[in-house]
């Protein structure tokens, strides 16, 4: 039976998650109580078998803006895989889901072809950047604000096709072990834990970016970017751009929109 999940769902929600992604229950307990809105669950057996939460975001082509859901944590208990579970889930949300498109990040690129047997199709990329080290530098590193971060987002990303999100979706990106540096008007998300830095995020001009990122390049651990998007023309600086997330066209005017539109598309903050 395919239904939205209840707040008495939840429990087992978090059970199928952490067997899935093992991710911790003190991760699971936040996402629930701070930023969970919406999943759609596949019950079978009494067990929750299938499900997938569906978080609001806006895409925005053309400086237009569509209703979106983003499809996170998608996940199919070991036993039930490979049934058409989570297939009937998607097709159930593309039938009866009111907005304009749907989007997702596949969690590995073995899955980009398992959506596109639903319709996805890849329509953000992901910038593979180098910064330049620096050494030193006379600019400024300064801690920002969700504001600042939300303000910086939108006029770098104005120009291109992207993903909106809220205050709300970015301070919940900030809890935790995340920081946020800024420099002129770029600035990068970082969450770091005992082994290893993460930037989550990374938005500004190649100068700024390379300012920000060197201090991580050259630290003990290991830097992984997950989303960079930079202001600057990439197009002799970038190494390449990488299939970073997919979408789904849910009525005709999205669907034209998407089609119309040439240049690359950026996601960010895939909560990864």
């Not at 390449?240 to 929109?257: G, Y």
Request: aromatic share 14%.
């Amino acid at each position: 039976m395919i239904k939205y999940a209840v707040k008495e769902d939840f429990e087992r929600l978090k059970e199928l998650w952490h067997n899935c992604f093992n991710d911790s229950y003190a991760f699971l307990d936040v996402f629930f109580n701070e930023r969970f809105e919406k999943a759609l669950i596949f019950e079978k057996d009494n067990k929750i078998i299938s499900s997938l939460n569906l978080l609001k975001c806006k895409t925005v082509i053309d400086e237009k803006e569509y209703n979106s859901l983003y499809i996170y944590a998608a996940c199919t208990d070991y036993l039930y895989r490979n049934q058409g579970f989570m297939g009937q889930l998607i097709e159930y949300l593309k039938k009866n889901c009111e907005c304009d498109f749907l989007t997702l990040v596949p969690a590995n690129e073995f899955l980009f072809d398992y959506y596109r047997k639903f319709g996805f199709v890849t329509f953000f990329k992901n910038q593979i950047f180098n910064p330049k080290i620096k050494e030193q530098s006379p600019k400024k590193i300064s801690e920002a604000t969700a504001d600042e971060i939300l303000d910086i987002r939108e006029k770098a990303l104005k120009n291109e096709a992207h993903i909106k999100w809220d205050k709300n979706a970015v301070l919940y990106v900030l809890k935790g072990n995340s920081c946020v540096l800024r420099c002129g008007n770029s600035y990068i998300i970082v969450y770091e834990d005992e082994k290893n830095v993460t930037v989550v995020e990374a938005v500004g001009s190649n100068e700024d970016l390379s300012i920000l990122l060197t201090p991580l390049y050259n630290g003990d651990k290991p830097c992984k970017v997950n989303c960079l998007y930079s202001m600057d023309n990439l197009s002799d600086k970038a190494e390449k751009f990488v299939d970073k997330a997919m979408i789904f066209p849910l009525n005709a005017k999205s669907e034209n929109a998407m089609l119309s539109y040439k240049g690359n598309a950026y996601f960010g903050l895939t909560l990864e």
